[in-house]
């Protein structure tokens, strides 16, 4: 199709500052800056936004490690992890990208050891593995080490190591950077983002021929979270603004061992290491729930158990609201070498000192499993002309803001940082392989930063406007209620109708402070308009599948003879869409055919 004629820039795009590079990433976690090495590697110029240092980003907190069929202490192959992926995420995953991640594993984790990771080591020198949820040998006979720790900041060790290889390789950062929106032109094409500088409130454009978008989860849509504060889904929010499609959003991951009262989370490699769950009795209660796996069973399947024990009268404290993770068999000496961090966080968060005593904990929310729907290199798809994978030009997207998908319906602990890696790379390769033939920058529209110029002059010309932590409070309340372990219809359906009033409030949000330098609020504002496309997601697509399925588990379709556990593949084997114009749902397919191995037909899940 022939480009329209070049117009000339509105006055007020034209009078902004500009800057021009091959890749314009947002979001400098584990995704972007995997990606962003690729790409300064292969002499692309290359642009990385964050709104915090890129150390910061919520990648440093995981803890618990990065999983790959090393084999280095127990036996184990991808084809095992192909397998408990799969099964993890109550087959909604595309077996094609599982495939994918699962062989790619041990070839990522190896080059980030070359990279400089520090990891934990057996006495031969090898990488140290864990065990983990729902990872097994023998297609789920027993469980497997298969995560690879750095003790339990894996995640910090590793958000070190990429950043300092993006250093040495001159990726360019722009630190304290928001992106607002991106910039399409009459083709459909992605030229690039906005962006508000923090120092100065100014808004800037950055043209790219490629945009890839990092910008991570969106877990503080919820009001008791593990995630950081800076995880509002700014990127989910600027591709449902542009008329893209989220994917899976009704899949929502709770963790099972937050914190009680603080929601900080204790990793899962607590249990990897042998920590178990107790009830108010002092009864190792996921015994009777999962024989096999016991503890180690999948975060959806756990969390349902604790609530379980805790509605039937088996929760401890006084408000019997929570069950204890008991740690103390394991030894001060295990806890302080391989759970040094999970130690630190029972005195501070807990009162609790984990080698003598059991810490409280609850499910809370983690990781969101839904996001940008991509192809396995990292192509943002959208349904247009009957092809429900359609390539969006210049745009990609990766990490915990994708869905490509290989979580499905629930992900498994350590597949996450995995999924950075493989994916990050992928798309990077994809762009590398791409950027011959992509030539010049494509011109940028007319109104390019007209829209988000906008947003920013309608919150300054409203000063007695709503209070943007007022609205996002009771958009996080909401959530909680209404989209928690255990959901019903009738909490779902009264759910949608409270966020689709707190849209207009969003609305009518404004600034009573208009300075520019370090203006806070401004940029709180700002996510809020992100937040709340995430939470009409979610409502939307949960109160519209009617069945049981990963972490979406709702009451009204419990266990039946024909559907186990809920389940109904007849009518809900398939992704849902939502689009935020007309707030619409749509459907596809779930691929289940793998690259070259067989695929892995539905049966029911036990463990
Ligand atoms: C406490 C905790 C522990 C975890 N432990 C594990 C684990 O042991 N193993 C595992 O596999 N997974 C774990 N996870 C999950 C995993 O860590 C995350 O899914 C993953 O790190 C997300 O990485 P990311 O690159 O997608 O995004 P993030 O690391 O969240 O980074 C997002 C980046 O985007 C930037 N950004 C966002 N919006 C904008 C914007 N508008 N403009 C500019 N920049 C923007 C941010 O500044 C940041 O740099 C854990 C998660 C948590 C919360």
């Given amino acids: 199709m022939a480009s329209p004629a070049i117009l000339p820039l509105s006055a007020a795009t034209a009078a902004l500052p500009r800057h021009k590079f091959d890749v314009i990433i947002i979001g400098a976690g584990g995704s972007g800056m995997r990606a962003s090495l690729q790409l300064a590697r292969a002499g692309l110029k290359v642009a990385v936004l964050s709104k915090v240092f890129p150390t910061r980003s919520h990648t440093v907190a995981a803890q618990g490690g990065v999983g790959a069929s090393l084999g280095n202490m127990s036996e184990d192959n991808w084809h095992f992890h192909f ?279 609850v499910p809370t929310i983690h990781y969101q499993m839904g996001g940008i729907p991509t192809n396995i290199n990292g192509q943002v798809v959208v349904p247009k002309n009957g092809d429900d994978r359609s390539v969006v030009g210049g745009l990609y997207a990766v990490g915990e803001c994708s869905c490509v998908s290989v979580h499905g319906a629930n992900r498994l602990g350590t597949n996450s940082l995995l999924d950075l890696l493989v994916f990050g790379r992928a798309a990077a390769n994809h762009i590398i392989s791409t950027a011959r033939s992509q030539g010049k920058h494509k011109p940028l529209p007319a109104d390019a930063a007209d829209y988000s110029l906008g947003r920013v002059a309608k919150l300054d010309a409203n000063p007695g406007g709503e209070y943007c932590q007022d609205v996002a409070g009771d958009i996080r309340t909401s959530m909680q209620k209404h989209a928690g372990v255990f959901r019903t219809q009738a909490l779902l359906d009264e759910g949608v109708a409270q966020i689709q009033a707190l849209e207009a409030r969003v609305d009518a949000i404004g600034l009573k402070d208009n300075s520019k330098v370090f203006n806070t609020a401004r940029i709180e504002a700002l996510e809020v308009a992100n937040l709340i496309e995430v939470a009409k997601a979610t409502m939307v697509s949960a109160a519209a599948r009617h069945e049981s399925r990963g972490a979406h588990t709702v009451d009204d379709y419990g266990d039946t003879p024909q559907h186990p556990n809920g389940r109904n593949d007849e009518e809900w084997l398939k992704h849902t869409l939502w689009f935020k114009d007309g707030n619409r749902l749509q459907y596809k397919s779930v691929n289940l055919q793998p690259l070259t191995v067989e695929s892995v037909p539905p049966k029911v899940r036990t463990f």
């Fill in 83 to 361: 397998y408990d992926t799969i099964k993890g995420s109550d087959w909604l995953g595309d077996q094609d990208a599982i495939e994918f991640m699962c062989r790619e594993a041990p070839n990522v984790v190896y080059e980030l050891e070359h990279f400089g990771m520090p990891f934990d080591r057996n006495p031969d020198g090898t990488i140290y593995q864990r065990p983990f949820g729902g990872h097994t040998a023998n297609y789920g006979e027993k469980p497997v080490q298969r995560a690879c720790a750095a003790a339990d900041r894996t995640g910090h060790a590793m958000l070190h190591t990429l950043y300092q290889q993006n250093v040495a390789s001159r990726t360019q950062f722009f630190v304290e950077w928001m992106a607002l929106d991106l910039i399409q032109d009459a083709d459909g094409d992605v030229v690039g983002v906005t962006a508000l500088e923090m120092e100065t409130g100014d808004v800037h454009i950055f043209e790219g021929k490629t945009t890839l978008l990092a910008t991570g989860g969106a877990g503080r849509v919820f009001a008791a979270s593990t995630n950081a504060f800076i995880n509002t889904g700014d990127g989910l929010g600027m591709v449902a603004r542009a008329g893209m499609p989220l994917q899976d959003m009704e899949f929502w991951q709770f963790h099972p061992t937050g914190v009680a009262g603080a929601g900080v989370l204790l990793t899962e490699g607590c249990r990897g290491e042998g920590a178990i769950l107790r009830n108010s009795e002092g009864e190792r209660f996921m015994e009777r729930y999962a024989p096999t796996l016991k503890d180690l069973a999948p975060r959806d399947f756990v969390s349902r158990c604790m609530d379980q024990e805790i509605k039937e009268g088996r929760g401890c404290g006084p408000n019997k609201d929570y069950v204890v993770l008991d740690m103390s068999h394991l030894g001060s000496e295990t806890i302080l070498k391989r759970l040094p961090s999970v130690y630190e966080i029972g005195h501070n968060f807990a009162n609790v000192d984990i080698t003598k005593e059991p810490i409280p904990v």
